[in-house]
């Protein structure tokens, strides 16, 4: 049974930084991509950013660029997403995500990103 685990949520303020980190646990196959996405109140998930597996080429979110940063370790079998200059709006619910070759997507239950002064 796979199951990703998240970490690394919370309260910040604005300006702050937080780091995010999800671990996939159990047989994986076919991975495409790794990545986060974010669901704020009312409004729908959204990408935030993702980790090709092949090449490592990696694509964001423009309103998180030059600030959010994610990783992976392949060996760990994580991916972690480092956000800087946190702003309100970043507040959601983060989820990680594995996106396979084929068959459907493996999600995380989700972590709380607050950001508030």
């Known amino acids: 049974q796979v199951q990703l685990v998240e970490s690394g949520g919370g309260l910040v303020q604005p300006g702050g930084s937080l780091g995010l980190s999800c671990t996939a646990r159990?047989?994986?196959?076919?991975?495409?991509?790794m990545g986060w996405y974010r669901q704020a109140p009312g409004k729908e998930r959204e990408l935030v950013a993702v980790?090709?597996?092949?090449?490592?080429?990696?694509v964001y979110a423009d309103s998180v660029k030059g600030r959010f940063t994610i990783s992976r370790n392949s060996a760990r079998n994580t991916v972690d997403l480092q956000m800087n200059n946190l702003k309100i709006e970043d507040t959601a619910v983060y989820y990680c995500?594995?996106?396979?070759?084929?068959?459907?997507?493996?999600w995380g239950k989700g972590t709380l990103v607050t950001v508030s002064s």
């Open positions: 980790i090709v597996t092949s090449g490592g080429r990696t």
């Open positions: 995500n594995v996106a396979r070759i084929q068959g459907e997507p493996y």
């Open positions: 159990g047989n994986i196959f076919n991975v495409n991509a």
